[in-house]
Every structure is written in C-alpha cells, then in structure tokens.
C-alpha cells in the first residue's frame, strides 16, 4: 500500500522559511515522479513543483521557482519542500502527491494535478504579516 505523509508545517513570519517533508513508503517502482501542491481557503489545489524519482530534476510553477525548492534523499525516499522568504499568500495547506509515471518536457518532469495518482493528507503553512 502506497503511504504519504507530509510534515514540517507551522506557523511562520513573513519572510522565514520552513522545510516541509513528504515521506513515501510502499512504492518500489522504479521512474515516477513526487510533486507538491498547495491549497488556500477557498481557492483551487496549485501545483508548486515536481521532481523525478532519482532526485535529478526538477520543475516549479513559474511563480514559485527562486522562492521554493524540491529535493529527495534517496536513501530514504523522503522528499523536501523548502520555502524561503513567505508571504502571507503562501498560507495553505500542502500536500505531497505521487505520480506513478515519469515524463519529460525537455529536462522537466512533467507535473500538474491531473497526472497524480497518490495523494497524502497535508501539513498546514500559516504566515503572518
């Protein structure tokens, strides 16, 4: 049985930072793809960013890349989401998901909602102003 857990979440200032982490277990396939996605009160699910199952690349919602940074221990299989100078916008809860499929847009694993075939329950970000 395939089992996410992310943690890590909490309340920050405006400006910190805070390193969330996804940790996979039941899933030895090999070539698949983790990506994190976030949810606001009363807004939509948006994708951060994904990274391979090999912890080589990466892809990021524009908006995102700079600010945020996925990437995996491969010893552990436990993926990281580190979030650098938030914003008050950036409170929601975020969630890991995995997509048992690993495709490429040029060196970007392909990532959005959609294509994700395991999800786990979220770890709630909060940032005050």
């Known amino acids: 049985e395939v089992q996410l857990q992310a943690s890590g979440g909490g309340l920050v200032q405006a400006g910190g930072s805070l390193r969330l982490s996804c940790e996979i277990s039941?899933?030895?396939?090999?070539?698949?793809?983790i990506g994190w996605f976030r949810q606001a009160p009363g807004k939509e699910r948006e994708m951060v960013g994904c990274i391979d199952s090999y912890g080589d690349y990466t892809s990021y919602i524009d908006s995102m890349e700079g600010r945020f940074s996925i990437s995996k221990n491969n010893a552990n299989s436990t993926v990281y989401l580190q979030l650098a100078n938030l914003k008050p916008d950036d409170t929601a809860v975020y969630h890991c998901a995995v997509d048992r499929t690993l495709e490429f847009s040029g060196n970007s694993p392909l990532c959005n909602y959609g294509r994700m075939d395991y999800w786990g329950k979220g770890t709630q970000v909060t940032v005050s102003s």
């Open positions: 039941g899933f030895d396939k090999s070539g698949w793809t």
